[in-house]
């Protein structure tokens, strides 16, 4: 079984400063790993995903995140933060059926002017 | 090109109502999916058409939830009757494909219910 685990439900940093947000999964078979951005009255939008290859992955807006298996994480960085970047981030994992997403509970990113 | 879109954006019933929400995927995605999040809890999955057919629907609460998605294009997920513990955001998602593993879903902007 696949699960996934976010930690912080709340991130707030400064305008410009490194965005860290954690992200760690169990799998039993290698994963497919995902990071979604849900923005305010928006749907969710894929940021980024790994699959196989280079286990650093670049996204939209500046995010990228790196596939760790040893440590099985999956954070999600961005050098330098801007207001925009405000939103709640999930990160997800596909489980073994290959169809349905298995989200974390969610990381809300907040922005300091 | 339109992406997913739900119907209504928000909904607020009484308890042991009648609801009905409504998804449209992108045209020519194969794959619908609904999912929902309860407040302050994870997103999690409900279940899977592969066109007009339930490909999994492990993720279903009870059988006072019954979806639809007759001929293979939009799709109904109707609450009979209502619970409190049914408020949450409900996602649909839409992806092309069949049978590709990683194929990217689009998400609508989801419908809010609120039971009362």
């Known amino acids: 079984a696949q699960s996934v685990t976010q930690l912080g439900s709340h991130v707030s940093v400064s305008e410009g400063a490194l965005v860290l947000l954690r992200c760690n999964y169990s799998?039993?078979?290698?994963?497919?790993l995902f990071w979604y951005v849900q923005y305010p009255n928006q749907g969710l939008q894929l940021l980024l995903k790994?699959?196989?290859?280079?286990?650093l992955v670049k996204g939209i807006n500046g995010f990228e995140a790196e596939f760790k298996k040893s440590e099985t994480s999956f954070h999600l960085t961005k050098p330098s933060a801007h207001m925009s970047d405000a939103a709640e981030y999930f990160c997800?994992?596909?489980?073994?059926?290959?169809?349905?997403?298995?989200f974390g509970s969610g990381t809300r990113l907040s922005i300091r002017p | 090109e339109a992406g997913v879109t739900q119907f209504p954006s928000h909904s607020v019933i009484e308890k042991g109502q009648t609801v009905t929400l409504r998804c449209d995927p992108i045209?020519?995605?194969?794959?619908l999916y609904w999912y929902r999040r309860v407040m302050g809890k994870e997103i999690k999955f409900l279940l899977h058409?592969?066109?007009?057919?339930?490909?999994?629907e492990s993720g279903m609460p009870n059988n006072r939830f019954l979806a639809e998605r007759t001929g293979g294009t939009y799709s109904t997920l109707k609450v009979q009757p209502a619970e409190l513990e049914d408020s949450g955001v409900y996602f649909c998602?839409?992806?092309?494909?069949?049978?590709?593993?990683?194929?990217?879903?689009?998400f609508g902007p989801g419908t809010r219910l609120t039971v009362l």
């Open positions: 790994y699959t196989t290859g280079a286990t």
């Open positions: 045209s020519g995605h194969d794959n």
């Open positions: 058409f592969v066109k007009e057919s339930k490909q999994d």
């Open positions: 998602a839409s992806s092309l494909l069949a049978g590709v593993i990683v194929n990217e879903q689009f």
């Open positions: 997800a994992v596909i489980g073994w059926s290959a169809s349905k997403i298995i």
């Open positions: 799998s039993s078979v290698p994963p497919y």
